[in-house]
């Protein structure tokens, strides 16, 4: 099993939905008494939304790439962000490591892809719904 690296923070509600999703996979898959081999680095939100509202995503992004960094070093084999709007500087994180970093858009548009859907609804902050980062990312799927 690969040792999942967890950005959180963005909210703490938010991470902990991604612990307890990941954990009711892994239960289903490999049995009752089974979980995730997880690290989670939770960030302190606040100078990460004030960056958000200032503009200043790469000074956002380097919190970010610090704890995708820190996650790599305690031994993740992978980085999966807990929020959609800091998907806006995924690539910042992903070329700051070299594990594989899994964008949220993908899964997402590869599973409209198998469900036959054409249209999808995002729902999300105002800058996940009024920038293209996320949209661009799942039309480039197809």
């Known amino acids: 099993m690969r040792t999942i690296g967890l950005i959180g923070g963005m909210s703490w509600e938010s991470s902990a939905e991604y612990y307890r999703l990941i954990n009711q ?69 992903q070329s700051s490591i070299s594990i594989p970093f899994l964008h949220i858009a993908d ?4 599973a409209a892809i198998d469900g036959g859907t054409v249209t999808v609804g995002l729902l999300g902050t105002a800058f996940t719904m009024e920038q293209d980062f996320l949209k661009e990312r799942l039309s480039a799927q197809g």
Do not use: Y
């Open 25 to 93: 996979q892994v239960r289903d898959r490999l049995g009752p008494l089974r979980s995730a081999q997880l690290l989670m680095h939770s960030v302190d939100f606040g100078p990460v939304e004030q960056a958000q509202h200032a503009g200043r995503w790469d000074d956002a992004a380097a919190i970010l790439v610090d704890a995708a960094q820190r996650l790599q070093a305690g031994g993740a084999e992978c980085v999966v962000l807990c929020t959609n709007t800091m998907h806006k500087v995924a690539a910042q994180i």
């Open 107 to 110: 899964p997402t548009s590869q």
